[in-house]
């Protein structure tokens, strides 16, 4: 129900990377689950200590170009980690990026990174058989068909919800994706695939959507296609997220109800976000319980399995919108509460 693996994989800053995604939010949130009187003593329950899944070439080719993949198992991994976590500046230096405090080369990251897709493909195989699961990884909702983009370098959502059709465990998907960035990458790798629809709500300003909306040949750039249902919040609408993500989730209804729905269910539209390019969103914790619980219900009501990813969150504070959800949903699941 919780995958959680007390072995973390080396942390970004093992990496010499100083952007602010810290694994003290997940020990944190976790230390949360143990210390709570319903959780702790039933904690065999819920807690699933390890995922062993392999992610292969074959999976990232069902949705990544040839060539990109290609890339990623060459000596050009490093180059493409470099622009993917943006490391280095317009004139070439390292920006957030200190190689002399590493104690891994970068390239060793490819490890952690496919370990997280190898968590949301379990997370989504756990929540077939259970109803719901929760994990810690994933959520690289940026990957695009052959770049990755915004810290993400594979899109583990479409990947896990390929898989699953290719086991011939789910067939229609739903990618719910409720972090403060637009799922730019999950949306053009969908479009066109009625089996897997997606929503996003998101900023309605800022990155990735302060980009030039055109490529330099005039097509459209992959972060402006659209998913099946988008919902842009401006500053200031706050008050109106719940009821909006409520309106979004009823159109979602009309293509179907699916077998499967992966949630990116990321705390960085929290007004204590400690990510600068998330300052246009700022939901209270009250206003993200809210959010959570809408997603979880409608989708148990409709009978959904729900397969929820961390994604973003970034600072010292995002744990506390982590620990409130799953405070709840366990003993819920569990018939505790
Ligand atoms: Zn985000």
Known sequence: MLIYREQLQPSLSDFGILIPIYDSTVTETFKSLIKD??????????????????VTKEDLLRVHSPDYVE???SNEL???????????DFEGNYYRYDPSKAKYPLVKLFDRLIDGVAGTCACCREALVSGFCYTFTGGYHHAKYDTGDGFCVM???????RRMQAEDKAQNIWIVDIDAHKGDGTAPLCAGDPSIRTLSIHM??????????????????????????????????EADYVSRLDEGLQ?????????????????????????????????TLRQLDERDHLVYRRLHELGIPQAWVKSGGYGAHVWEVFSQFLLWVLPERLGLS
């Open 71 to 73: 890339r990623l198992y």
């Open 155 to 161: 899109n583990d959502l479409v990947i896990a919800a």
């Open 251 to 283: 159109r979602m209804e009309a293509f179907g109800i699916p077998d499967l729905a992966i949630v990116v269910g990321g705390a960085d539209p929290y007004e204590k976000d400690g990510l600068p390019s998330t300052a246009p969103l700022n939901l």
């Open 78 to 88: 490093e180059t493409e980690l470099l622009k993917t976590f943006e490391l280095l």
């Open 204 to 237: 309605a300003d800022g990155w990735p959507l302060d980009r030039d909306p055109y490529l330099p040949d005039g097509s459209l750039h992959p972060s402006f296609v659209p998913s099946d249902v988008d919902i842009p919040i401006a500053s200031g609408e």
């Open 37 to 54: 009187p319903r959780l702790g003593p039933t904690r065999e329950r819920w807690h699933i200590r390890d995922y062993p899944i392999d």
